[in-house]
């Protein structure tokens, strides 16, 4: 794996550049660092490593290390600001350094999961989300999946923020949604939909129109745990499985918060 490739990513050059303005740090990685460091918790946990002056951040794949992040210097950040900072990073980076990893060695990244932060199974898409149209939030208070809702929301640049309680009376037929045009649909827990509501939703999702609402879904239990359940439907499930953000990987503050929202709201970002 060479790390000049890594660096030449879009994403990394943007997250490098984050990094320098909200902590003023550099942000490098290694790919030789010693094994001794690592225990099986900061693998499982996704846990930061203070080694001299510097932060480390590794990244596995089942349990092989891939490299390791280092901020120079990071050990002088208070625990509040390390904390945000190895969220961010890991937030970031995760699919983007295991989708780079699988794609170097000739194995298809779809074929693979990610173990989340917080136990989920994702299906890995290596450098963006496939689509800006959807997202699916799991996790995190429902006053924090409103507010991240929210956020996304802003970053595209509708011009209404609807709950689904709201406007689900009136939205009968898959025209009613396209008729809303750029607005933010929150559907605040898709446990709650009925089985023609979550129909709806599918059959708009399949058509990824151009300048149509901004669908936000949000769930209360883990997005495996959907899977499990049979709660949702296999094509519902391909739809969302690329879309997910883990509200309780994010950082809680807000400017960063929104910064770290536009890697996933922005067209190309990652």
Not at 11 to 34: A, C, G, I
Not at 46 to 71: C, D, K, R, W
Not at 224 to 243: C, G, W
């Amino acid at each position: 794996m060479r790390i000049s490739d890594l660096n030449q990513l879009e994403t990394v050059k943007r997250l490098k550049s984050l990094v320098d303005e909200k902590f003023q740090k550099n942000l490098e990685f290694k790919t030789l660092v010693s094994a001794d460091l690592f225990t099986s918790q900061s693998c499982e946990k996704s846990e930061a490593i203070v080694s001299g002056n510097s932060l480390l951040m590794p990244f596995f794949y089942n349990s092989q290390h891939l490299l390791t992040a280092e901020i120079e210097d990071g050990a002088e950040l208070n625990s509040e600001d390390r904390e945000a900072l190895t969220s961010m990073v890991h937030l970031v980076l995760d699919p983007v350094i295991i989708g780079w990893h699988l794609s170097h060695m000739n194995f298809t990244p779809d074929s693979f999961v990610q173990q989340s932060i917080s136990g989920s199974a994702i299906t890995l898409k290596p450098l963006s989300l496939s689509r800006t149209d959807t997202f699916i939030l799991e996790g995190g208070r429902p006053q924090t999946m409103h507010k991240v809702a929210f956020e996304l929301h802003d970053l595209k640049g509708n011009w209404s923020f609807l709950s689904w309680s709201q406007i689900s009376s009136s939205v009968q037929t898959v025209q009613d949604l396209k008729d809303l045009g750029q607005v933010t649909v929150f559907i605040e827990d898709i446990g709650m939909l009925k089985d023609d509501e979550l129909k709806l939703i599918e059959e708009f999702l399949e058509l990824q129109l151009d300048e149509s609402p901004l669908i936000i879904i949000g769930t209360m239990v883990p997005f495996k745990t959907l899977v499990e359940s049979s709660a949702l439907s296999e094509r519902m499930i391909e739809l969302l499985r690329n879309q997910l953000i883990l509200v309780d990987a994010l950082p809680l503050k807000m400017t960063l918060l929104r910064e770290v929202l536009e890697f996933f709201a922005v067209e190309e970002a990652l």
